[in-house]
Every structure is written in C-alpha cells, then in structure tokens.
C-alpha cells in the first residue's frame, strides 16, 4: 500500500468517525449492555471520541501539511481559541488533583472528550482542502440525519409501551401528550428517551448546528450538489421534528431566530416558505385549544410549569435555579480559596448533592467556576470576548459576521441555561458546537456564496465550484 492510498484510507476512516460523533451516547450505552460482563464498568472504550481523538492525532502526523489550504492569520486565531478552551478543561483538572478528590479519571475525560477531540477535529479541518472539509462536514450531518431516523423507531416502540403502562398518556391531549412525553424519558420502558440521551443537551446541539448548518455545508454545495442539498433539507425537517419531541424550552425558542439567521429560509422556495409559516400560525393558534388555555403555555414555556403543578411558586422552576444559585454564591463568598482554585469536577455534587457527581448548577458559566474557580472562569470570559471581537467591528460599529454574532448569543443563552462540554463524560458534542464555531471564524471568508430562493443550479459547471470560492 502506497502513502496515497493509506492516506485516503486514514482519510475515509475520519470520515466514518465523524459521522459517529452524534451517536456517541448509544453506541458507548448500548455496547457496554451487551459486554458488561466482560468489561465491568470500561464503558469509556466504546467511546466514539476516543476513537476521534485517535484519527485526528494519526491524520494531523501523516497527512501533507498544505499551509495554503489556510491562511496565516486564519490559523492563529483558531489557535487562540482552542488554547483559550484548552485551559479551561485543563484548569478542573489541575483542581481535582490540588482538591485530591477522586474523581481524577473524570476529569480527564472530560478534558479528553469535552476539550481536546473537539478542537483537534477543528485544527485538522484547517488544514484539509475545501473538498475534504466539505465531507467531513457532509458526514457529520448525515450522522444526525441518520441518528434521527433511527430515533423515530424507538419513538414509535416506546410510545406503543407507554400507552400500555402508563394510562396518563393515551389520556392526554395532543399537545400535552408531547409535554408529558419528555417527563417519561427516565421509564424503563422509554427506549427513545435512552437513546436520544438528555433532553435539553441535545436539543442544544442540534440548534446549535442549525445556526452554523449553511456555513458549515456551504450555501454553494447546497445548491449544486443533490447530496449535499437532500442532508441539508433532512437534517433541518428532522431536527425540528425532534426538537418538538424533546420539547426543550430554550432550543424551541431558539429555532425560530435560527432559520432567520442561519439564512436556511433562503435556500427553500417562497411557496415552501410561505408554507411553513402557514403551518406554524395554525398551530399556534390551535395551541391554546390543546392546554386548555393560554395560561398553561406560558407558564411551562416561561416558568417550566408542567400542566396544573401549582406547588411551584409564581416563578415555576426558575425559583428552584435562583434558590441554587444563591447557596452557591454564600457558599464562595465564605471559601475564597475555592472561588479561586475551585472543588475540581465532581465536587459540587459531592458537596451539595450526596456524592451525586454528575449534578451540575445548570449554568455552564457557575459549573466551571465551581469546578477550576477563577482559573477556569476567566479564560472562558476571555474567549466569548474574542469571539464576539472576531464577529464585531468595533471602530466602525458593524456586524462583520450576523451568523457567528447569532450562534455565539445563542450559546451563551444555552450556557446560562444548560450547555455541557462533554455531558456525563461520554459525548463531545458540546465541545465541538464550540469547535464548528471557532472553526468558522477562523475561516478567511465566511460568506454564504450567492444564494438563489430555488436551490437549483445555473448550469452543470457550477457543481465544481466550492462553497468558499
């Protein structure tokens, strides 16, 4: 075998890696059930992004270097970021061994999978030419796409089970039933629930990669390349299906400044979109009709207040949140030294929560200052700052990019909310929604190409033409 030939091999084998990353959770889940026996609680060597970590470190050593693929100026600034993100992880790290706690092997994957596999799928991406780059996020998508499909058989055996077991839902009104349904998630019987994994960090990453969808696929391929065109319409028809089965709150108020934003409206016919509107208006307008009263959607919406949960106060579940936050800020303000140095991972549910190490604040901003204090904090403050710097001209007062502006307030909403670099240790997903974007702005053009309102291509010559021409 020559070096082209292993190349292309090593090449093809990334390619199937990426498309795994979105099934991280059930592949470790699920293969750990069946070895169990055999491999005790290993679960970690079913992880796709130890895989990823494994390909990426191969390609970055055997692949040609080619610094024209990307420019100077370009790779610094990706390098900015990814060190900036790379201290965080590394600082809970550092505060883990200096708390001596035992969740040392914790935090190392969480460095790994959360941290590290995420950029360095970022870094090699910039040196790839635009045609493996446009596979490589060709792959990712068509992951999703297919993760989705998946899901709806399992969505399907699971509500068949859930009727029969549980008598509330087969009672309930459409729309409640959909609200109910993500409060089944943690039955036994709701296989969906377990495979696709929390409700709120996944709809994360897919509204995530709504926002970056057409750049990432490039609005050219999109219009050109059938392929690239069915991915795109199936990720975005799918995705938004499973948003609503999931019924996140922040994700499904997200979605609508995502496809404005995104410019995927654009990409669709007026007739299509005009269509979509229509649909969304009726049923809006039926979803009063479906709660019982326009009461009943505020108040989950607004407060998380599930159907007649009257025992919540007038703030719902956020009273919970604020109430958490407040023992977590007397609780720094009488141990400075943690405020600082931090507990190290895990050590906020030891503290708080009975040894529960996997309970966090649900705000991604207080969980690193309680896990590396200070010394995570700041570098992560630091790099939304650069990000939005990359995004904003601040001499003349203008938006150089509305895309990356719209993705990066969007995930500091979710951060706020609930957004985690590598959810229970297993999945990278979180940290690369944070790698795409710091791609994206290191590209040195991020435009959209020329979009046309149908979608379809001029003339045959320009299915060449790549999305960064």
């Known amino acids: ?10 090449f093809l084998f990334w390619l199937l890696t990426i498309a795994a990353l979105p099934f991280e959770l059930p592949i470790a889940y699920a293969a750990h059930g069946l070895t169990k026996p055999l491999v ?8 796709v992004g130890s895989a990823g970590l ?58 790994l999978l959360g941290f590290l596999v995420p950029v360095l799928i970022g870094l090699q991406l910039c040196f790839l030419p635009e045609s493996d780059r446009q596979k490589t996020w060709l792959a990712f998508y068509g992951g999703w796409v297919l993760l989705f499909l998946i899901s709806f058989f399992f969505l399907y055996d699971s509500y068949v ?13 459409l729309t409640q039933k959909i609200l109910y349904w993500r409060y089944t998630f943690i039955e036994p019987w709701n296989l969906y629930g377990q495979f696709v994994g929390n409700t709120n960090k996944t709809s994360n990453y897919i509204i995530i990669f709504m926002f970056l969808s057409v750049h990432l696929l490039g609005a050219t391929a999109i219009q050109t390349s059938r392929l690239t065109r069915l991915i795109f319409y199936s990720f975005w028809i799918l ?44 049923v ?13 959607v505020f108040a989950y919406l607004a407060l998380g207040k599930f159907l007649d949960q009257e025992d919540l106060g007038p703030l719902g579940t956020l009273s919970d949140r604020f109430d958490q936050w407040r023992d977590i800020w007397i609780y720094l303000g009488d141990h400075p030294r943690v405020f600082l140095l931090g507990l190290g991972t895990g050590g906020y ?43 904003i001209d601040f001499r003349r007062v203008a938006v150089r990019d509305g895309v990356c502006l719209a993705t990066i307030l969007a995930l500091l909403m979710l951060m706020f909310r609930e957004h985690s670099f590598s959810y229970l240790h297993i999945t990278s997903l979180g940290g690369v929604c944070m790698a795409a974007l710091f791609f994206v702005l290191s590209m040195p053009t991020n435009n959209h190409g020329q979009i046309r309102r149908k979608g379809l291509p001029r003339s045959p010559s320009l299915a060449n033409h790549s999305s960064r021409s």
Not at 40 to 47: D, N, S
Not at 163 to 171: K, Q
Not at 284 to 296: H, M, Q, V, Y
């Open 239 to 282: 995705g938004t299906i499973s948003l609503f089965i999931l019924f996140s709150r922040a994700a499904m108020m997200l979605l609508p400044f995502a496809i404005f934003f995104s410019r995927a409206y654009r990409l669709f016919s007026r007739s299509t979109v005009l269509g979509v509107l229509l649909v969304v208006a009726v």
């Open 54 to 111: 494994v390909v990426t470190s191969a390609l970055l050593l055997a692949w040609p270097i080619h610094l024209a693929y990307v420019q100077k100026t370009a790779l610094s600034n990706y390098s900015l970021m990814m060190l900036l993100f790379l201290a965080v992880g590394f600082s809970a790290v550092v505060a883990t061994i200096a708390g001596i706690t035992a969740e040392y092997w914790l935090s190392v994957r969480q460095l």
């Open 349 to 391: 549910g030891k503290l708080f929560f009975e040894g529960d190490v996997e309970r966090g604040t649900h705000n991604t901003f207080l969980d690193t200052l309680m896990e590396s204090g200070l010394t995570g904090f700041l570098p992560l403050v630091v790099l939304f700052l650069f990000m939005a710097y990359l995004t």
């Open 1 to 10: 075998m020559n070096a082209l030939t292993a190349q292309r091999a090593l």
């Open 40 to 47: 005790g609680e290993l679960y970690q060597v079913f992880l």
């Open 161 to 173: 089970r859930g009727i029969a077991l549980d008598p509330i839902l087969g009672s309930l009104p």
């Open 284 to 296: 809006i307008a039926l979803l009063p009709f479906a709660f019982g009263s326009l009461e009943d």
